[in-house]
Every structure is written in C-alpha cells, then in structure tokens.
C-alpha cells in the first residue's frame, strides 16, 4: 500500500483511464482503437490499482465471479450478433441501411459519423467487455501468485 | 526523412530477429526465454507494418484524412491480430514459469529438467 | 436441412466456439447440464460432418465466404481477386474433419469420468472445446492468415490443458516446452505469410496459388513453413518436446494432440501440393521429406524400446508412426511431376500416407486412453511397478490387444491394410524404404508385447488389490475408437473406395481447388 497521496490520486485518475478507454472502444469503427485496444487501456488502470493499494483491496472490488460471468457474456455477444446474420451469410452485417448505426458514409475522406458501421461497434463492445475482464482476470491471478498465495476454488 | 534509407525498418526487424533467436538458443534462464520470445514476436510485427509503407503515405484512416496516398492497411490489422495472441502466449508462459519455480525451487532450465531420456 | 449444409462449414466451427461459452454460465449452475451440453454440441457436430462428408462426395468442393451477400460469392462486384475469408471444403479436408469429430467425442467422453477429482473442471471442458474449435478451423479454411490463427487457437488451449493438473511438476514443465515451440513455429508461419503477402497482395490459398511465381522469397517462404510445420508434428531431428509434452497431459488430452499434429501435416501437404503445386521442384522436396520421414520412424522406434514410462513408450511410437505418413506422402510428392509414374504408383503411395493418417488417429488415441486408464487407479505410469492387471481390468486388456496387433500391422487389422499399401507402392520407387518400414513394424511389435507382459501379465501384486475396472464414460470413450478399428477392419476397400481415393485426387488435382475461389459464379 503506497503512501495517501499516491492512493488519492489513483482513485481520481482511475475514473479519466476507464472514460479513455471507453472512448477509444466507442470510436473503434473511425479513429484508431477498437475492441481491444480500449479494453487493454481499462486493463492498465487496473494494473494502477493494484499498484497503489495491495492486492486484498482491489479484490473486494474486482471479484473473480463477476470477472469471470462479464468475460463470457462478452463472447456470447459476439457470437450471438455473428450468427444473427445467418439469414444470409454467418457474419453478414445485416444492420447497414437499418436505422440502427446503418447510415451509409460517402466515399473517400469525411469528418466521420459515429452513427454508421452496422454490427461493427456493437461488436467492439462486445470484444472490450471481454477484454476488459479477462486480462483483468489475468493480471488479478499474477498479483495473487507473487504474493504467495494459492488459487482458491 | 528522405536521409533514411528505405531499408531501414527491414534491417531493424531483422536485427531483432537475430538477437532474439540467439537468446533463445543460447541463453539458459527461463525468464530470459520468455524475453527472448517476446522480442522475436516483437520482430516479426515490425516487419509486417514495414513491408506495408508506400513512400509518402498517409496514415489508412478516412476520418479527416489530408491528401495523399494511403499505406496498406491489411498489414496492420495482421500485427493486431498478432499482438493479441502474443498477450495470451506470454501470459501463459508466465503462468508456467511460476509453478516450475514453486516446484522446484530453480529458474535455470539445466537444474528445473525431470525428464530425461 | 439444404440450410443447414450450406451452412454447415462455419456451424462446424462456430457451435463448439458457442458451446465453450456457454458452459461457463452453465457449468456454475449444474454439472449435469454442462457434462450435457459438451456431449451434446460434439455429437450434433459429428453428424454436421458426416452429413457435408456426403454432400461433397456428391456436389464437389464446398465453399463458404464468410460477410458477403450469400456464401458463393467469392469476388465482390468491380474486385477482381478474393477479399473476404473464404472457407474451402474439398475431399482431404473434410477426411481431417470427420477423424476430428469422432476422436474429440470420444476423448470428451473419457474425460467425464477420467478428470472427475479435478478442480476447475468447467474450465477443462471450455478449453477442450475451443481446441477442437481451433482443429476445425484449421481443416477447413482456405485463407492463409486464418490457418495462423486457427493454430494458435489449438497451440494456447493445447499447453493450457496439458498443464492443467498444477500439483505436478512434470506436466508444468511438458507444457512449456509446448508452448515455447508452438510459439517459435507460429512466429515463422507468420513471418512467411508475410513474405508472401508483400509480394502477391493475396492472403487466399486458392488465388495465391493461381498468382505465385517461384522467386527466392518464395523458396525461403517455403522453407520457413515446411520447417514450422515439421517442427508441430515431431518429425526428425526437431522432435525432442514430443515425448514430454505427450506423456504427462491428461490421457483424453495427448490423444486430441496427436490429430493436432496430424492437422499440422495436413497443412504442409495442402502448402506443398496445392499452394505451390504448379512451380515446386517436386523430386527435390519430395526427397527431402523421404529421407526425414525415415529418420523419424527409426529414431522414434529405437529410443521407444527402452522406456519404462507408458506414456512417453506411446509418444516415441507416435513419432515414428508419423514418418510412415511423411514417407507415404513424399513419394507421392517426389512424382507429381511425372505423370506415368504418379498414375502407376504415386497415386497408391499417397493413398497408403492418407489411409495411415486414418488408421493411426484410431489406434493412437486408444492406446493412449488404456495407458490412461492404467493410470487411474494405479496412481503411476512406471512399467517396472505394474503388474498382473489383467485380472481386474478385463475390458482394458482387450482394448490394449487390439491396440497393439494395430499399431504393428498384423493382418487382418487396419493398420496392415495401410502399411501394406505403403509398402508395395514404395518399393517400386525406392526398395531400402520398404526394407526400413518392415524393420521398423518389427521393432515395434516387439516393445508392445515386452510392455504388455510387462503391465497385464503375471501375478496379481498385493498393492494393487483395489484396483477394479474403470468407470463407464471411460470404456464408452475407448469402444467408440475401438469400433472405428472394426469397421475399418471389416471393410478397408469400402473405405478406400469413399474416403481415402477422393482425398488423395484433391491433394494431386490443384487445378479444382483453384478455379472453385477464382471462377465462382455469384
């Protein structure tokens, strides 16, 4: 557990890194970024926390079941919107032209409009939810490691 | 820019290629073979993004992209793929890493052997 | 149901991915449900494959293009080459699928019991599924980047399996040293995608094949996936993980690897017959494979006859099984440009490599499962602490006999009807490798009957009186392999007939393969 002022203002920061990372989720289809991208950043403000208080602390915020539940509904997302367009194709994205984010953008370079791309940003979504709470996962097991412990469950 | 040579990049990945295969081959800690793998995955993603540059390029984004010619694009999201499958390998290995070092209490890969033969 | 075989490739695929994900959820709510849902998806899966088997053999190639407007449409309107991910199902591809579902139903069955005092079971069976997602993905698709990520899929939950028992120290080290080479070998087939990526502008398998010329980044590329794919399979002098990664997994897992490194070899011969068909210098690589393939069988036969541990016994066998296939396949790739000679004796030694493939992925993963099953109870896997087992474990013994007479290419069963057809085929294009073969059969014999004395008979050992037969879900899983060895047995011309001659006439014909991507019509 690092001093109070280093924990005071992780607790501040914490807040900026998850609205970043949404953020680069969110514009994944128009600006660099996307499903994975973003959810490493949030993984990284994680990483801040278990740096600033000691594992025991972060773990009764972050626990494993509900880590675990958000990585697979993550994936079922995905593979639910993947097979929704099975009316024609697997992965057809079948919400181009619909009102929902199926405006048509025109060729060549544009200001960019959010509301366009189809099945695209919600597969993002889904991508960096599961992102998220895997390495989340990952890195919550390799803290829990070095301080000597043992995997319960 | 015009100074570099247009080899560069390619020589760059190369380099880091040679010195990953070396550490792999000859170097006996396990953490230092971890590095090791880390670094020629790191080799090959750059070699990807190079051989994709067209000179003069923009970057392949059509948000209020200036003039110009854009650099490929299928080579970048080659590397992402890339990079995440790396993360995973590497977790992973790391993981492994740490159950040999509890068990037998070395990390030289000489000492930690139980198989031979 | 003329939906569902359109469909089938990508639900080939996509339902085990599905069914690994859902039993997360599921597995935290009920263990019967979930030991339900893994059985159930794998079985609907082997009837998906049996059904597109039969549609293939009537319709020919199977293409499946996955986002565009309907699943023939292969080049979009105003593109001239292919864009999208293409999946492309010809005769040898869905002969690697239909030993893929059979062998991952039975090692799922097997599992149910065999990992019962396991913790984190859920977790095994989500990993067991997405490795068998990543096989298929690597049988069936015709992309080039695809195939890399498919592997990789299979490689991670490969290592994450065979070290899932974490209170040993072996199986921690077996995995690593099977991550670390699947790693290195993934990084060279990247590497040589790019290669040829940077040339042609083409990932497709099909349109690549169509467009390359043989320049020197084409050899090299060449070079660097024989080698990556060699070194996946254990052949020759790359073969030293093999035996330490196999023999301390789960026995349901090491019999799943080993079809893995059979799709490994798949993947260099699609590489070598259909990708460079047309402009490789056939007799010089097909002799290279030749003289390797040897290597592999004599030196996997002579460390196999001193072990004392039945598992790593069984992984040295599988090594030098497998050179039988790479030398079966190689003289077949040595003639491909001679068309008299491939019809004469090519075409039969290739059919021979296929058929072994075949009959190995049912003999293989049964031996393994026995030596599971001596494991079970016994506690250990040293052959000089067994002992008169055959007392109580009748159904294993049976099952190891048939394994055994298999492996060594007793008449009648299946592995004589393909070593046969190896042996006459080979010898006419070279008679030391036939000579090799039957010293190598001989060998192999001998190392299975001194481990059968060795572990079944005898007395019965005092510290072994609680042992009785294993459970159920384990025989169950054993017999479906087993059964597969009797109706191979009982009809090997019916099989070579339907299964193996399509496949070998898919691997020599590149020409259907490449106008099947190129000439689609939408």
């Known amino acids: 557990m690092l001093s109070k002022i280093v924990r005071t203002v992780t607790n501040e920061f914490m807040l900026f890194i998850a ?15 996307g499903g994975f991208q973003g959810g490493a950043v949030i993984v990284s403000g994680v990483v801040m926390l278990l740096v600033a208080f000691n594992y025991q602390e972060v773990r009764k915020v972050l626990r494993e079941r509900v880590l675990t539940i958000m990585e697979s509904t993550g994936a079922l997302i995905f593979i639910a919107l993947a097979f929704a367009g ?56 390799l803290a829990l490691f070095s301080s000597g412990g043992e995997a319960e469950e | 820019m015009e100074h570099i040579p247009l080899n560069f990049p390619f020589l760059a990945a190369a380099l880091l290629v040679g010195i990953a295969l070396y550490i792999i081959i000859f170097k006996k800690n396990l953490v230092k073979l971890i590095m090791g793998i880390a670094l020629l995955a790191s080799g090959v993603n750059l070699f990807l993004v190079a051989l994709g540059y067209r000179a003069g390029g923009i970057a392949p984004i059509y948000t209020d992209a200036p003039e ?37 209490g070395s990390l030289d890969s000489e000492k930690s052997r139980k198989m031979k033969g | 149901m003329a939906a569902l075989i359109t469909h089938s490739p990508i639900l080939i695929i996509a339902i085990p991915l599905a069914a690994a994900f859902l039993t997360i959820p599921i597995g935290m709510a009920s263990r019967k449900a979930r030991n339900a849902l893994v059985i159930g998806s794998l079985t609907f899966v082997v009837f998906l494959v049996f059904a597109l088997a039969r549609d293939i053999s009537i319709n020919g190639i199977h293409l499946y293009t996955l986002g565009a407007t309907s699943p023939d449409l292969t080049i979009p309107t105003g593109f001239m080459v292919p864009v999208r991910i293409i999946l492309e199902v010809d005769g040898m591809s869905i002969f690697m699928g239909i030993i893929w579902s059979i062998v991952s139903l039975a090692a799922a069955t ?42 990789e899929i299979a490689s991670i939950s490969g290592a994450a399996l065979i070290s899932f028992r974490t209170r040993f120290a072996d199986t921690q080290e077996g995995g690593f040293k099977y991550i670390v080479v699947s790693a290195i070998a993934s990084l060279m087939i990247l ?74 070899m798949y ?16 007799p010089v690589v097909g002799w290279i494979i030749i003289i390797f393939g040897l290597l592999t069988m004599f030196v996997g036969v002579t460390m196999a006859v001193f072990q004392k541990d039945v598992m790593r016994f069984m992984s040295y066998h599988a090594v030098s099984q497998l050179g039988y296939m790479w030398v079966g396949v190689g003289v077949g790739l040595a003639v491909l440009g001679n068309t008299e000679l491939l019809s004469t004796y090519g075409r039969d030694a290739m059919s021979g490599g296929i058929f072994h493939i075949l009959n190995h992925a049912m003999y293989k993963p049964l031996l393994f499962f026995t030596g599971g099953a001596l494991f079970h109870y016994t506690g250990t896997r040293d052959l000089t602490k067994m002992g008169g087992l055959a007392h109580k474990m009748k159904w294993t013994t049976i099952l190891y006999i048939i394994g055994t007479l298999s492996i060594s290419g007793i008449p009648p069963l299946n592995g004589f009807s393909s070593k046969i057809l190896i042996y006459e085929s080979v010898y006419q294009f070279h008679p030391i ?53 009797v109706f191979v047995t009982l009809f090997p011309s019916l099989v070579v007939d339907w299964a ?21 019509i939408p």
């Open chain 1, 19 to 33: 609205v970043f990372g949404l953020y680069i989720i969110a514009h994944g289809h128009l600006t660099p970024g």
């Open chain 1, 86 to 141: 099975i009316g024609a194709v697997f992965f057809y994205n079948f919400l181009v032209g619909t009102p929902i984010l199926g405006r048509i953008p025109g060729p060549g370079p544009n200001p960019g409009d959010i509301w366009t791309g189809g099945v695209i940003p919600l597969m993002n979504l889904a991508v960096g939810i599961k992102v998220a709470a895997g390495l989340s996962a990952v890195v919550l097991a």
């Open chain 2, 68 to 104: 110009g010619p854009m650099v490929m694009s299928v080579p970048q999201a080659l590397t992402l793929t890339s990079i995440v499958i790396n993360v995973a390998v590497l977790a992973l290995m790391l993981t492994m890493v740490i159950h040999i070092y509890r068990h037998t």
């Open chain 3, 110 to 151: 097997y599992s149910l019991s065999h990992i019962s005092s396991e913790t984190g079971q859920t977790r095994f069976y989500t990993l067991l599924l997405l490795m068998v997602t990543g096989g298929f993905g690597m049988m069936f698709t015709g992309d080039l980047f695809n195939f890399f990520v498919f592997i």
């Open chain 3, 191 to 264: 590497f040589a995608i790019g290669l040829l990526y940077a040339q042609y502008n083409l990932l497709n398998i099909g349109a690549l094949a169509q467009a390359i010329q043989y320049t020197t980044l084409d050899k090299i590329a060449l070079a660097l996936l024989l080698i990556a794919l060699a070194m996946k399979t254990g052949m020759v002098p790359l073969h030293l993980w093999f035996p330490d990664s196999y023999s301390v997994a789960p026995a349901s897992i090491t019999g799943m690897l080993v079809i893995t490194s059979h799709a490994c």
């Open chain 3, 267 to 282: 993947a260099a011969f699609r590489i070598c017959f259909t990708l460079y068909g047309g402009v490789i210098n056939a």
């Open chain 3, 433 to 485: 490798l036939t000579i090799t073969g039957i010293i190598v059969s001989i060998l192999t014999l001998a190392s299975f009957t001194k481990a059968f004395h060795s572990a079944f008979m005898g007395a019965e050992l005092p510290e072994y009186k609680e042992v009785k037969e294993v459970p159920k879900s384990m025989i169950i899983g054993m017999v479906i392999l087993a059964a597969g060895i």
């Open chain 3, 500 to 520: 193996i001659h399509p496949a070998a006439d898919a691997l020599i014909d590149q020409g259907a393969y490449i106008n099947a991507v190129t000439g689609a």
